[in-house]
């Protein structure tokens, strides 16, 4: 069915088509017409860290931000869900037109900045959720928070999802909030982390759980970062790691009407690049340190790319926009 919206639906901007999308999901939800969009995949059980997945395929930060779909979505099948990135207060995130596809190469570009209603509204949707599956909250800082001072930003984000999330993401990789990508730097990630998991092990002990923490990361990183970022996460004892966020390079679209736009770019030309990182991390940091696969997912032989690199699970965003909900089931069907 999907092949058949897909068209009408791309004849609209990106982000006015992302609007509608979601917003129709829901009320097909509420009308119980979910399965007439996808069939449900097969219970394939993963536990990490232990939480109890019914299936590897997650759904990406960044396509349901403030939290208000997570109910619809999960009637598509997806095994977690992830929301956000939210900041501690409302942004409206960068000007118009920030969200471009570029069909021919399979792939978005993106310079969101972080658009989200803030901790407050996301508070309450979580509150109201029926999904009873992982759900992860992505946190960031706000765009007109110093450098210097991020960490507030996501200590305060942190505290107040800390209750309703069965895993939280600090968010330290999208390339279009400024000097963000700048905590990845050896000296700033290890100030960054010690404050961070200083602040995660009280909220442990307050609430009595665990949420399992995940540091998600650029692809676009040098041999001696992927070597820092590692020592980093042992030595601070962080419980994960996402690999990875959206690409600056824009060699693979370089001829295409949108590719010299500013953003993160996503879909097939991360593919091989973000699994080839992640690969490298995984060999750094051991066979039993978490990590979650992203970038380039189209297919289940894609993710099973992801998984023989050393992911524990995966998460689609772009292949999902490209090949709708039925990709879920596809993927959990050919993966072993």
């Not at 995949?41 to 232990?50: A, F, N, Q, S, T």
């Not at 207060?89 to 570029?102: H, I, S, V």
């Not at 390079?249 to 370089?254: N, S």
């Given at each position: 069915m999907y092949s058949l919206i897909r068209p009408f639906l791309f004849r609209f901007s990106a982000e006015r088509a992302h609007h509608l999308s979601l917003n129709a999901l829901s009320v097909c939800h509420r009308l119980g017409l979910t399965p007439l969009l996808a069939r449900r995949p097969p219970d394939c059980p993963v536990e990490v860290m232990g939480l109890?997945?019914?299936?590897?395929v997650g759904l990406a930060a960044g396509l349901d931000k403030n939290a208000r779909h997570i109910d619809a979505l999960a009637a598509l099948g997806f095994g977690f869900i992830e929301v956000g990135t939210v900041t501690p207060r409302a942004q409206p995130g960068n000007p118009l037109p920030r969200l471009f596809r570029l069909p021919p190469a399979e792939a978005i570009i993106n310079r969101m900045g972080f658009n989200n209603?803030?901790?407050e509204p996301m508070l309450d949707h979580l509150k109201k959720r029926h999904f009873t599956g992982p759900l992860g909250v992505n946190i960031g800082k706000n765009k007109d928070t110093p450098a210097e001072e991020a960490i507030n930003d996501y200590i305060i984000a942190m505290t107040a999802?800390?209750?309703y999330a069965d895993y939280l993401t600090a968010n330290i990789s999208s390339p279009n909030t400024k000097g963000l990508r700048d905590l990845q730097e050896e000296k700033a990630l290890s100030a960054f982390l010690a404050g961070l998991m200083d602040a995660y092990k009280?909220?442990?002990a307050k609430f009595k759980k665990n949420p399992p923490l995940f540091l998600k990361v650029a692809p676009d990183l040098e041999e001696h970062q992927i070597d820092d970022i590692s020592n980093l996460l042992l030595k601070h004892e962080?419980?994960?790691?996402?690999?990875?966020?959206?690409?600056?390079?824009?060699?693979?679209?370089?001829?295409?009407?949108y590719g010299h736009e500013a953003g993160g770019l996503s879909g097939q030309p991360l593919k091989e690049h973000s699994t080839e990182v992640l690969r490298k991390f995984r060999a750094k940091l051991g066979a039993e340190f978490p990590i979650i696969g992203v970038g380039g997912i189209f297919s289940a032989q894609d993710a099973q790319e992801k998984l023989d690199a050393g992911a524990n699970l995966v998460q689609i965003y772009t292949g999902f926009i490209y090949?709708?909900?039925?990709?879920?089931?596809?993927?959990?069907?050919?993966v072993r």
């Amino acid at each position: 069915m999907y092949s058949l919206i897909r068209p009408f639906l791309f004849r609209f901007s990106a982000e006015r088509a992302h609007h509608l999308s979601l917003n129709a999901l829901s009320v097909c939800h509420r009308l119980g017409l979910t399965p007439l969009l996808a069939r449900r995949p097969p219970d394939c059980p993963v536990e990490v860290m232990g939480l109890r997945f019914p299936n590897p395929v997650g759904l990406a930060a960044g396509l349901d931000k403030n939290a208000r779909h997570i109910d619809a979505l999960a009637a598509l099948g997806f095994g977690f869900i992830e929301v956000g990135t939210v900041t501690p207060r409302a942004q409206p995130g960068n000007p118009l037109p920030r969200l471009f596809r570029l069909p021919p190469a399979e792939a978005i570009i993106n310079r969101m900045g972080f658009n989200n209603d803030g901790l407050e509204p996301m508070l309450d949707h979580l509150k109201k959720r029926h999904f009873t599956g992982p759900l992860g909250v992505n946190i960031g800082k706000n765009k007109d928070t110093p450098a210097e001072e991020a960490i507030n930003d996501y200590i305060i984000a942190m505290t107040a999802v800390f209750p309703y999330a069965d895993y939280l993401t600090a968010n330290i990789s999208s390339p279009n909030t400024k000097g963000l990508r700048d905590l990845q730097e050896e000296k700033a990630l290890s100030a960054f982390l010690a404050g961070l998991m200083d602040a995660y092990k009280g909220l442990c002990a307050k609430f009595k759980k665990n949420p399992p923490l995940f540091l998600k990361v650029a692809p676009d990183l040098e041999e001696h970062q992927i070597d820092d970022i590692s020592n980093l996460l042992l030595k601070h004892e962080v419980p994960g790691l996402i690999v990875s966020n959206t690409t600056l390079a824009r060699e693979a679209v370089k001829t295409h009407i949108y590719g010299h736009e500013a953003g993160g770019l996503s879909g097939q030309p991360l593919k091989e690049h973000s699994t080839e990182v992640l690969r490298k991390f995984r060999a750094k940091l051991g066979a039993e340190f978490p990590i979650i696969g992203v970038g380039g997912i189209f297919s289940a032989q894609d993710a099973q790319e992801k998984l023989d690199a050393g992911a524990n699970l995966v998460q689609i965003y772009t292949g999902f926009i490209y090949k709708g909900p039925q990709l879920v089931k596809d993927i959990v069907d050919g993966v072993r």
